[in-house]
């Protein structure tokens, strides 16, 4: 099993699933291997879906057996909301599963722990039923132009001489998270770096800088 991940929560950006499954089919028929591909979407699985420019990265391609998502994330459900998706039953492996006797039968569970709050499923199907497509879709449109907004901005400062006071880090209008990522301009040669900068914004501004 490949792994890709769709969402990298340092810079935003997306694995190139799309170019790891031609890989991946190039390599299963040279070699005869049943190489398949899971997609950790955990930041991207309820971003991507609503974007228009993302290429096909999810069961579309023949490689992709299973992606998993965190609900809580941008899917906007409750701490601790998980799901994961099978292309096919007998794709997830059966030594997962633990057989179960309760109340005269027997059940298959599996989670790490059989007995769990059902609070994350019943608010994650709210807010489907609540938002549909057209809300999901824009409130990711919304949090891509307000990252814009932050990282043009942040783009225009200046030091002295017209120095960019900041580096850009992430891949700027490419497909992604609506996440953006700078860093002081160590060209510069400032006495002060990105921790410092942390510091002072958490006690100064109230703002929490990662």
Known sequence: ???????????GTYDPIW??????????????????????????????????????????LKNVLSI?????K??????????????????????IEVEV???????YSMTLNFSRPATGVYVQAYKFLRLG???????????????????????????NHGAPLFEICDPGDDPGLPVFAARVNPKLGLKFDNFALQRVSGSSLQWSLQ
């Open 133 to 159: 497509m057209v809300g999901y879709r824009q409130k990711v449109r919304n949090q891509l132009d307000t990252t814009k907004a932050f990282r043009d901005r942040i783009r225009s400062l200046k030091w």
């Open 101 to 107: 006797t309760y109340l005269g039968g027997v059940s």
């Open 68 to 72: 998993s998502a965190s609900g809580h």
């Open 74 to 95: 941008f899917g906007e459900s409750s701490c601790g909301t998980g799901w994961i998706v099978f292309r096919h039953r007998h794709d997830l492996s059966e030594h």
């Open 1 to 11: 099993m490949v792994v890709g991940i769709l969402g990298n929560h340092y810079n």
């Open 19 to 60: 170019e790891m499954d031609k890989h991946l089919t190039t390599i299963n028929a040279k070699k005869g291997f049943q190489v398949g591909l899971h997609v950790d979407a955990a930041s991207g699985g309820f971003v991507a879906p609503f974007q228009d420019d993302v290429p096909a990265w999810d069961f579309r």
